[in-house]
């Protein structure tokens, strides 16, 4: 509806409650409160549709609806059949409306200014998704298209795509970007085939509408799963490659095992380039704690023993990374321990579990095999115990997995019965000592190390 159409519609209204006031049909107190907020919502033919706050005030109007009708005609020149609505049902009746606004937002700047690619801690497990990320930016439709980013949730693949978004926005301001989460083309596409008679919200018009983009970004394409939207999808994703326009999706698991998605969109997902976002391993972990330590405002010490400790225990999730840097800085700004040292730190996380780690990188497999040379189980070499045989086998452990795998004692610990970081770090310097002085021990070692295929 237009302001001139609106305008008019005012008018005729203002006019009709005019007559009803003065016809005395109604007290002040009634008027005031059932009658007068009611308003002509639209008149379509020889239908004039009336809106009404509550039940209340279409009870009082309905009752008395020839009288009104009698006022209307005189208002407009002409008979009308009035309809009494509900306000809350108004909507309902504007589809148009609500699909414009949603389409209008299409284009809006919704990314985080804190996700750049600046920002964004390259490891091995994200390597290749942030380089194809740079490349789709810089020759959009060229080369990886669509480009397809999956792995867990919480490992940095709306991370990517806002910084996509803004690294755009500095860099190439002309592009037109479309960010939307799956969901919402869902929900854009059923509303337009039920508005398929309104000009303008048409299923066309709103795929018209993505066909403006130069990038579109889509962030958790599993939960495309409403098989008359995939129809139009479908359509529109082959349009969109056919001139080059640059997608890029997101994903929770690798495109070929993606439920309730037709085989043919999952199809073209793997005709693209699919890099896969992975846990950050220890290092890579380990940076994101001190970046975002670097934004912080809190001038409290923390200790590099503790980082180790943190990259350690919570490394299969980048938000469970900066929830526990939170946490942690938290409980030290309750309690002012004046430095954050390992010990503080291990009485917050207290009550969190021990991971398994059981990597390729192999701790799990240095055990197992310094547990078979020596007869013994890996609750004994994990235990209390300090029997000679057990103490070596552990030590021995330790060297190796210190001397091969280059991790840090926190996380050494953690495999070996949760021990302390110094103690891992003593029974260390004791196998260090004992391979000088002890032959034999030498030997086990080098024999250990001989199966393991590392020396």
Same mark, same amino acid.
Not at 16 to 41: A, C, N, W
Not at 108 to 131: I, P
Not at 233 to 247: D, G, H, R, T, V
């Given at each position: 509806?237009?302001?001139q159409e609106e305008?008019?519609?005012?008018?005729?209204?203002? /006019?009709?409650?005019?007559?009803?006031?003065?016809?005395g049909?109604?007290?002040d107190?009634?008027?005031?409160?059932?009658?007068?907020? %009611?308003?002509?919502f639209?008149i379509s033919?020889d239908?004039?549709?009336?809106?009404?706050?509550?039940n209340?005030?279409?009870?009082?109007? %309905?009752?008395?609806?020839?009288?009104?009708s009698r006022?209307? /005609?005189?208002?407009?020149?002409?008979?009308?059949? $009035?309809?009494?609505?509900l306000?809350?049902?108004?909507?309902?009746?504007?589809?148009?409306?609500?699909?414009?606004k949603?389409?209008d937002?299409?284009?809006e700047?919704?990314?985080?200014k804190?996700y750049t *690619?600046?920002?964004?801690?390259?490891?091995?497990?994200?390597?290749?998704?942030?380089a194809? /990320?740079?490349?789709?930016?810089?020759?959009?439709?060229?080369?990886n298209?669509?480009?397809?980013?999956?792995?867990?949730?919480?490992?940095?693949?709306?991370? $990517?795509?806002h910084?996509?978004g803004?690294y755009l926005?500095?860099?190439?301001p002309?592009?037109?970007v479309?960010?939307?989460y799956?969901?919402?083309?869902?929900?854009?596409?059923?509303?337009?085939?039920?508005s398929?008679?309104?000009?303008g919200?048409?299923?066309?018009?709103i795929?018209?509408? *993505?066909?403006?983009?130069?990038?579109?970004l889509?962030?958790?394409?599993?939960?495309?799963?409403? %098989?008359?939207s995939?129809?139009?999808? *479908?359509?529109?994703?082959?349009? $969109?490659?056919?001139?080059?326009?640059?997608?890029i999706?997101?994903?929770?698991?690798?495109?070929?095992e993606?439920?309730g998605i037709?085989?043919?969109l999952?199809?073209?997902?793997?005709?693209?380039?699919?890099?896969?976002?992975?846990?950050?391993e220890?290092?890579?972990?380990?940076?994101?704690?001190k970046?975002?330590?670097?934004g912080?405002?809190?001038?409290?010490?923390?200790?590099?023993?503790?980082?180790d400790f943190?990259?350690?225990k919570?490394?299969?999730?980048?938000?469970?990374?900066?929830g526990?840097?939170?946490?942690? *800085?938290?409980?030290?700004?309750?309690?002012?321990?004046?430095?954050?040292d390992?010990?503080f730190?291990?009485?917050?996380?207290s009550?969190?579990?021990?991971?398994?780690v059981?990597?390729?990188?192999?701790?799990?497999?240095?055990?197992?095999?310094?547990?078979?040379?020596?007869?013994?189980?890996k609750?004994?070499?994990?235990?209390?115990?300090r029997?000679?045989?057990?103490?070596?086998?552990r030590?021995i452990?330790?060297?190796?997995?210190?001397?091969h795998l280059?991790?840090?004692?926190?996380?050494?610990?953690?495999?070996?019965?949760?021990r302390?970081? %110094?103690?891992i770090?003593s029974?260390?310097?004791?196998?260090?000592?004992?391979?000088?002085?002890?032959?034999?021990?030498?030997?086990?070692?080098?024999?250990?190390?001989?199966?393991?295929?590392?020396r």
């Amino acid at each position: 509806m237009n302001n001139q159409e609106e305008k008019k519609y005012q008018e005729i209204w203002d /006019a009709v409650l005019g007559q009803m006031k003065e016809s005395g049909l109604y007290d002040d107190v009634i008027y005031t409160t059932y009658i007068q907020p %009611s308003k002509l919502f639209r008149i379509s033919g020889d239908v004039a549709l009336i809106s009404v706050p509550n039940n209340i005030s279409s009870s009082i109007i %309905s009752g008395n609806l020839e009288q009104w009708s009698r006022c209307f /005609a005189q208002a407009t020149g002409s008979d009308h059949t $009035l309809q009494i609505i509900l306000n809350k049902d108004v909507e309902k009746l504007m589809p148009s409306t609500v699909l414009k606004k949603q389409t209008d937002s299409l284009f809006e700047d919704r990314f985080n200014k804190l996700y750049t *690619f600046d920002n964004f801690v390259v490891g091995k497990s994200n390597r290749e998704a942030y380089a194809a /990320a740079i490349a789709c930016c810089n020759y959009p439709g060229q080369f990886n298209n669509p480009l397809m980013i999956y792995g867990n949730s919480g490992l940095g693949k709306t991370h $990517l795509l806002h910084a996509i978004g803004n690294y755009l926005k500095e860099n190439q301001p002309e592009a037109r970007v479309i960010y939307i989460y799956s969901e919402d083309i869902v929900t854009l596409l059923i509303e337009a085939m039920k508005s398929k008679n309104v000009p303008g919200n048409s299923v066309e018009d709103i795929k018209a509408r *993505f066909m403006e983009c130069d990038f579109l970004l889509i962030d958790d394409i599993q939960r495309m799963k409403q %098989s008359a939207s995939q129809e139009i999808f *479908f359509n529109l994703y082959n349009k $969109l490659i056919a001139e080059n326009k640059q997608i890029i999706i997101t994903s929770d698991i690798h495109p070929s095992e993606l439920k309730g998605i037709e085989n043919r969109l999952i199809s073209r997902f793997l005709s693209g380039l699919k890099v896969r976002v992975g846990s950050p391993e220890f290092e890579t972990a380990k940076a994101i704690l001190k970046k975002k330590i670097e934004g912080r405002n809190e001038t409290i010490m923390i200790e590099d023993e503790v980082l180790d400790f943190i990259a350690t225990k919570f490394s299969s999730d980048v938000r469970k990374l900066e929830g526990s840097l939170n946490e942690l *800085f938290f409980k030290a700004i309750l309690e002012n321990p004046g430095i954050i040292d390992l010990k503080f730190a291990q009485s917050v996380f207290s009550d969190e579990p021990i991971p398994v780690v059981e990597d390729d990188l192999s701790i799990g497999k240095i055990k197992s095999c310094v547990c078979e040379y020596y007869g013994l189980t890996k609750n004994q070499i994990e235990s209390k115990s300090r029997t000679k045989q057990i103490s070596n086998a552990r030590h021995i452990a330790v060297y190796i997995c210190r001397k091969h795998l280059q991790v840090p004692f926190v996380k050494i610990g953690l495999s070996f019965g949760n021990r302390d970081h %110094s103690t891992i770090m003593s029974s260390y310097e004791k196998a260090k000592k004992m391979i000088k002085q002890d032959p034999l021990f030498k030997t086990a070692v080098e024999q250990i190390e001989t199966k393991l295929g590392i020396r």
